[in-house]
């Protein structure tokens, strides 16, 4: 018995909101960075960083998928940016078929836990939380996901005595760090000018984006391959959009509905408490995330349990933080998560063994993900010195 009308307005107010014109302006940026040669001089920095120790490639690999999200926020331009860089390294290097493939369908994921992050974006415009917040809470539950990859990368290598890699000098460093000093800007520009009030997300969305062109002075992007960008990033916008514009339609049926309201009353009558409903969400998104992607499972999820959450006395911005790590392992959890066929096209190995590869860094994910969910210190310092 809704008015049909009242669909076509929510389709409309579904996208009209200022915070999501930063989702076309990251994508682009993204697809431009992706194709610009900025991952070979990231991962070429991080491997002069990183040092001569036993496991140093592994760890490159993964410090490099970071500083590449931190520049792009895609997971699945993380995977094929350096996995078509850094797999036939880590095979040239004794490191095992298994260890390797998982190591670079995984650590893409932490680009969406590191800001720029469209899945918070996505989540901030659902809940209403605010994307800025967000984004600093990414910073810290980050490099918590990440250093647990590097942990394991070095407890591997010491294990089954992979070599040691090259020494670099200073002068090295040097070199590399000037040369990637461009691309090594996008997350200062974005994160300083958020962080100083300068400009706000969507703003600084904007700025990436053009900063992105500007940084084809490495040219090895001609106007040809930047339309091609365009085209690219056009098609990947209007599905994030589109998802949007219709999940605005399912969040006013289920209010209508009193569908959050009853969930909420059910979950107060069954007495949880914060920490067991936490684990709840947990389970409930790691299961989604096996069938599919992020932004549906957030835009599916979110507008019936952030309040409950709320009633909890849960903050909205850790909550969000915590959805979206959940998202980050469900990018390569089998049997549909995305970076697993993305990973196989740009390694050439079979399915079979991409999937057995990754088990190992879906336990240590899972580690990391129970601390960034009941050590909320993790995701809520940076935000709380901000906003």
């Given at each position: 018995d809704l008015p049909l009308m009242g669909v076509a307005q929510r389709l409309i107010n579904g996208v009209d909101k200022f915070s999501l014109l930063a989702v076309p302006f990251f994508i682009f940026a993204a697809n431009v960075m992706k194709n610009g040669g900025i991952a070979k001089r990231i991962m070429n920095w991080a491997k002069t960083m990183v040092g001569s120790s036993r496991g140093s490639l592994?760890?490159?690999?993964e410090v490099s998928c970071m500083f590449f999200g931190a520049v792009s926020g895609s997971s699945p331009a993380t995977v094929v940016a350096m996995g078509s860089m850094m797999y036939p390294e880590l095979i040239k290097e004794k490191y095992p078929k298994r260890f390797s493939l998982g190591l670079i369908t995984a650590a893409g994921s932490v680009a969406i836990l590191i800001p720029p992050s469209i899945n918070m974006i996505v989540y901030g415009t659902v809940t209403g939380a605010s994307v800025g917040a967000l984004f600093m809470g990414g910073i810290g539950a980050g490099l918590i996901y990440g250093l647990a990859y590097i942990v394991y990368c070095l407890w591997y290598a010491k294990k089954y005595n992979i070599p040691k890699g090259?020494?670099?000098?200073?002068?090295?460093?040097?070199?590399?760090?000037?040369?990637?000093a461009?691309?090594?800007?996008?997350?200062v520009i974005i994160m300083g000018g958020i962080y100083s009030g300068v400009c706000t997300p969507t703003e600084a969305s904007g700025v990436s984006a053009l900063y992105a062109i500007i940084m084809l002075v490495y040219r090895e992007m001609?106007?040809?391959?930047?339309?091609?960008t365009c085209i690219d990033s056009v098609k990947a916008c209007a599905q994030v959009m589109v998802m949007l514009a219709t999940a605005s339609i399912f969040s006013w049926v289920l209010t209508v509905g009193q569908?959050?309201?009853?969930?909420?009353?059910?979950?107060?009558?069954?007495?949880?408490?914060?920490?067991?409903?936490?684990?709840?969400?947990?389970?409930?998104?790691?299961?989604?995330?096996?069938?599919?992607?992020?932004?549906?499972?957030?835009?599916?999820?979110?507008?019936?349990?952030?309040?409950?959450?709320?009633?909890l006395g849960i903050d909205l911005v850790h909550f969000g933080v915590m959805m979206v790590a959940n998202i980050a392992i469900g990018m390569f959890s089998p049997p549909f998560g995305l970076n697993l066929f993305v990973a196989q096209p740009v390694t050439g190995a079979k399915m079979k063994d991409i999937i057995a590869g990754v088990f190992p860094y879906l336990a240590i994910s899972l580690i990391a993900l129970i601390v960034i969910t009941y050590v909320p210190q993790i995701t809520l310092f940076i935000p709380r010195l901000v906003y």
């Open positions: 592994a760890v490159t690999t090259k020494k670099s000098t200073g002068r090295e460093k040097w070199a590399a760090t000037k040369d990637a461009w691309a090594l800007g996008v997350p001609d106007l040809k391959q930047l339309w091609k569908v959050p309201q009853t969930v909420a009353t059910l979950i107060a009558e069954a007495n949880f408490s914060p920490f067991m409903f936490l684990m709840m969400v947990n389970v409930l998104f790691l299961i989604a995330g096996m069938f599919i992607d992020g932004s549906s499972a957030t835009i599916i999820l979110a507008p019936l349990l952030y309040p409950v959450a709320e009633s």
